[in-house]
Structure formats: C-alpha cells, structure tokens
C-alpha cells in the first residue's frame, strides 16, 4: 500500500543555514512502539537536510531506502513530503504545491517570514492531509479521472465478455442486427478475415 510517512512545512533561511519547521506532521504507526521517538527525530533530521539543499523555487527527490522525500522550495516556504517509492511523483508535488503550500498562505500568509524558532504547535490541517491524501489520487486531479477512466474501460471490458458468455457470438449478431447496412456486414466481414492472420490463439 502507498503511503504517507510524514510532511513539513519549513521556512528555508539561506543556503547552508538550518531552515526553520513552521508545521510537522507524521504517522510512524507501522513502526514499533519504541522505534516511534527515533523515526520522528529521523524525519525531523532527514527533512532539514534535504530543504537546507533544495534551492529556491526548485523540487528534488531524494531516495532514502524505500522511502522518498519530495522537496518543494517556493520563495523560501518549503514543502517536504516523506513518502514510500510507489507514491506517484507527480501526486506528490501536486500535493506539496496546491495541498500543503497553497493552503499555509491561505491560512498564515506571509507570517512565516517573521518567524525564528521552530514552531512546535500542530498544524490540523497538515495532521489531516496525511491521512487524507494517502491516496495518490486525491491529491492528483489527473491520476483521479485516469483511475475512473480505467475502471470504465474494465466495465466495457466486461460488458462486452458478459454478452459472449450467454452464449451469443458477435458474428450472430452482425447477421442479425437491422442496424448494419449489407455494405457494413460485409465490411465487418472483411475486416474480421484481414485480421485473422494477425491472431494468435
């Protein structure tokens, strides 16, 4: 299953200076209890190296085992997203960018510029988002309607196999249909004969 280990939200300060964390989020529930402390530190650590290296206005993934951290720097606001190696790279920065950076200017603007320490209280949203957009597809427009798309072409799929099934062939029903002109039952015809020798049954 795909899945969403952590995202932060970093203020990055200048190049080789340690970015400031304005939100953090994470669930280390499929990590052993007593493990949980050290990968969140992990994550802490992992995600400051990674937006101290992601210039401005640039996007990086970084592999880490089977893990991957997408990285968006947006005019200093950086996005970082700590996701298993199945998690569609397009998805991600799609969630990074519109999910996660848009909705923090919404909701804090430009704020985030003053700030200096670490921010230690919880972003709900951010909590939110990690388990909402756990689906890739939630978080990419595009893979949504191409997963719909999909499925409809497994229902025609089946549709049409359902209709052989009964018993009745596809021939027997070009000889029946009123619908098909002879000219197109004998195109039908034809073009079934052409194709036979490209079937390998």
């Known amino acids: 299953m795909v899945k969403i280990t952590a995202m932060l939200v970093m203020k990055y300060v200048s190049e ?89 200017q919404k909701n804090f603007g430009d704020s985030w510029k003053t700030v200096e320490a670490d921010v230690t209280q919880q972003w709900p ?29 497994i229902i025609l799929h089946k549709t049409i196999d359902s209709v052989l099934e009964r018993g009745e062939k596809l021939d027997s029903l070009v000889e029946k249909s009123s619908d098909l002109s002879a000219a197109s039952q004998m195109f039908y015809k034809q073009a079934k004969k052409t194709n036979q020798c490209c079937t390998v049954l």
């Open 16 to 104: 080789g200076a340690d970015p400031i964390i304005l939100a953090n989020a994470s669930d280390v529930s499929n990590f052993g209890f007593f493990q949980r402390p050290s990968v969140k530190e992990f994550v802490v650590f992992f995600g400051r190296t990674v937006a101290k290296r992601t210039p401005l206005n640039q996007r990086q993934s970084v592999k880490h085992e089977e893990y991957k951290v997408h990285s968006y720097n947006r005019n200093g606001l950086c996005a970082l997203g700590f996701m298993d190696d199945h998690y569609p790279v397009r998805s991600a920065f799609s969630l990074l960018n519109q999910q996660v950076l848009d909705e923090y």
């Open 125 to 153: 949203y951010l909590t939110e988002s990690l388990t909402k957009f756990q689906d890739p597809a939630e978080a990419d427009k595009l893979l949504k309607i191409q997963r719909e798309l999909d499925e409809t072409k």
